[in-house]
């Protein structure tokens, strides 16, 4: 073997060990902040007098915690909407905690499954009728969140989508090809 090719795979080992480190760092970090949120949200529970079972799970690039018990629709609320405050609550938390901004992900009682899943429908079909027409397709307002997973599955379709408007009436338009 070449000494140019050993030090070319000294330098390819090399990266790889140092980014090994990075992306175990990285995860401790979302473990942690998962175990923050999971301690916040424990306490909440506990004040409102409400029984729940706490799943922390890193997801990608964020932290994620789900909330599951017998009934729990007080804190998902109508359309998700104390869900949301909640999500942001325990951000908020993990912010005081740690000083970085948390991308935290919050289901309660798979409330966020669900409408992820119902989603993931809509914009197939809204997909298909773009396809079909030729035409750009608006759906009715989104939060943070629903619109994310409508463009992901517009993305996912090989299409492109937008959003338009200003919050809370903000919108994803799909645009044909």
């Given at each position: 073997?070449?000494?140019?090719?050993?030090?070319s795979?000294?330098v390819?080992?090399?990266?790889v060990?140092?980014?090994?480190p990075?992306?175990?760092?990285?995860?401790?970090?979302?473990?942690?902040e998962g175990?923050?949120?999971?301690d916040?949200l424990?306490?909440?529970?506990?004040i409102?007098?409400?029984?729940?079972?706490l799943?922390?799970?890193?997801?990608?690039?964020?932290?994620?915690?789900?909330?599951?018990?017998?009934?729990?629709?007080?804190?998902v609320?109508?359309d998700g909407e104390?869900?949301?405050?909640?999500q942001e609550?325990?951000?908020?938390?993990?912010y005081r905690?740690?000083?970085?901004r948390?991308?935290?992900?919050?289901?309660?009682?798979?409330?966020?499954?669900?409408?992820?899943?119902?989603?993931?429908?809509?914009?197939?079909?809204?997909?298909?009728?773009?396809?079909?027409?030729?035409?750009?397709?608006s759906l009715?307002?989104?939060?943070?969140?629903?619109?994310?997973?409508?463009h992901?599955a517009?993305?996912?379709?090989?299409l492109v989508?937008?959003?338009?408007g200003?919050?809370?009436?903000?919108?994803v338009?799909?645009?044909?090809?």
């Amino acid at each position: 073997m070449s000494e140019s090719t050993q030090t070319s795979d000294a330098v390819e080992t090399a990266d790889v060990e140092q980014d090994q480190p990075v992306v175990s760092n990285r995860v401790q970090a979302l473990e942690n902040e998962g175990e923050i949120a999971a301690d916040y949200l424990e306490e909440l529970l506990d004040i409102a007098d409400l029984d729940g079972d706490l799943d922390m799970d890193v997801e990608g690039d964020r932290a994620a915690v789900s909330i599951v018990g017998a009934d729990l629709s007080q804190l998902v609320g109508r359309d998700g909407e104390v869900l949301e405050a909640l999500q942001e609550l325990t951000r908020l938390a993990v912010y005081r905690e740690t000083g970085e901004r948390s991308r935290l992900m919050l289901d309660i009682s798979g409330f966020r499954a669900q409408r992820r899943t119902e989603l993931e429908k809509l914009a197939a079909d809204a997909v298909a009728r773009v396809r079909e027409r030729g035409e750009r397709v608006s759906l009715d307002p989104m939060s943070p969140f629903e619109r994310k997973v409508v463009h992901d599955a517009v993305a996912g379709a090989g299409l492109v989508s937008e959003s338009e408007g200003v919050e809370p009436r903000r919108f994803v338009v799909i645009l044909p090809e």
